[in-house]
């Protein structure tokens, strides 16, 4: 069984820095391509809908971002560990948000604004979230 759970999530200053991690595990998946989405608060009735990509990087290394949080964000991967990671620089208000970690075992690419080829519809495993509180 497939598992995807994040970590890293708290309260941070703005202009300062965090890095989330996502681990997984109980995959044979050999390609993936992983995504991190958020959710900012007031959202959560739209459930996945809602969600929007951050950043997103194919089992080749190639990364896409979102315009809002491109040259601050550096999604990477460490496949020996199985963990994803998504390093947040220069953070501010807009960024505050539950942060999910997604895998879509298809997508052999990235696609533009932080997604994969299939974007929100070619996630097949996603985490339960961490959150982000930005404060002033």
């Known amino acids: 069984q497939v598992q995807v759970v994040e970590s890293g999530g708290g309260l941070v200053q703005a202009g300062g820095s965090l890095r989330l991690s996502c681990a997984l595990s109980?995959?044979?998946?050999?390609?993936?391509?992983m995504t991190w989405f958020r959710q900012a608060p007031g959202k959560e009735r739209e459930g996945i809908l809602g969600?929007?990509?951050?950043?997103?990087?194919?089992?080749?290394?190639?990364?896409s971002y979102a315009d809002s949080v491109l040259g601050r964000f550096t999604i990477s991967q460490d496949k020996a560990k199985n963990t994803l990671y998504l390093k947040m620089n220069n953070v501010n208000f807009d960024d505050s948000a539950v942060y999910y970690c997604?895998?879509?075992?298809?997508?052999?690419?990235?696609?533009?604004?932080?997604?994969?080829?299939?974007?929100?519809?070619?996630?097949?495993?996603w985490g339960k979230g961490t959150l982000v509180t930005i404060s002033s």
């Open positions: 997604a895998a879509d075992p298809v997508s052999r690419s990235v696609n533009r604004g932080g997604i994969c080829l299939r974007g929100r519809n070619g996630v097949d495993y």
């Open positions: 109980g995959t044979t998946y050999r390609r993936l391509c």
């Open positions: 969600r929007e990509g951050v950043a997103a990087i194919d089992a080749d290394g190639r990364t």
